[in-house]
């Protein structure tokens, strides 16, 4: 069994731009949607999908109800989304994505599982944190396998930096989960860093400089189970919020 309690990574963060200067930590690669899922976006995104427009979102309004709200970021094609929001049908889970196809995949498996605790924007993550959540407003925050920008030039475009650390510490109320995993081996050294030197906010639930056994509720991608057979490996971050 893997030991996952690994020595934290050293990582320059001397090149770190602060917001109002921020690099975008993605590239929209945009590919063709199919028949299904541009029927998705005229016949269920319009119920669904939030128009994000850079001001504060009404949370139990959109939802129209009170349950816990769980954030993912970059939820890819939203296939481990909509089985946590199948899974758990008393919290509310909020996903965020800017690749169309992938947004008309999730979609597409909404109207499959009948979900009704599942809502949609398609914008830069980033944006939506800073602009659209108010303080303490969410019960869990999930980055799974962002971009690892693994060249050392490109470290800066990295999603989580300090200042994310905050923002993501804003929107949690106490107690409140951020749970992150890359199968980059060094990214990962880079997420524990970043997070345990923001021990005012969060304490790490599996121990100091300790990674987590992957949890229940993140289903093994197709991409992860494949990574797994070749020998690659996968590092969880869970840290709570004080």
């Known amino acids: 069994m893997r030991d996952f309690c690994r020595k934290t990574l050293s990582t320059d963060m001397s090149d770190y731009e602060p917001p109002h200067r921020r690099i975008r930590s993605f590239v929209l690669r945009e590919g063709r949607l199919t028949s299904g899922q541009q029927r998705a976006f005229e016949q269920i995104w319009p119920d669904y999908g939030i128009g994000f427009d850079g001001t504060l979102l009404d949370l ?6 009170d349950a816990p ?10 296939e481990s989304l909509a089985q946590m929001a199948a899974r758990n049908p008393e919290n509310n889970y909020l996903g965020v994505e800017m690749h169309r196809p992938g947004v008309g995949h999730l ?5 499959q599982l009948s979900l009704t605790n599942l809502r949609i924007i398609r914008h830069d993550a980033v944006e939506v944190l800073y602009h659209g959540l108010s303080n303490a407003v969410l019960a869990g925050l999930y980055l799974f396998f962002p971009d690892p920008w693994h060249k050392r030039r490109h470290h800066k475009r990295r999603i989580l930096q300090p200042a994310f650390v905050d923002e993501i510490a804003r929107v949690l109320r106490t107690g409140g989960i951020f749970h992150a995993a890359t199968d980059w081996q060094e990214y990962a050294g880079h997420m524990m860093q970043v997070m345990t ?5 969060f304490e790490n639930c599996a121990g100091d400089n300790c ?27 869970v840290f709570r919020r004080r």
């Open 69 to 78: 709200v769980h954030l993912e970021i970059g939820f890819g094609d939203g």
């Open 197 to 201: 030197a923001a021990d005012v906010h």
């Open 211 to 237: 990674y987590s056994p992957r949890p229940d509720y993140r289903l093994m991608t197709k991409f992860e189970q494949r990574g797994r057979h070749l020998g690659h490996d996968v590092w969880d971050l």
């Open 107 to 111: 979609l597409l498996k909404m109207e």
């Open 60 to 65: 139990p309004r959109l939802f129209g109800n």
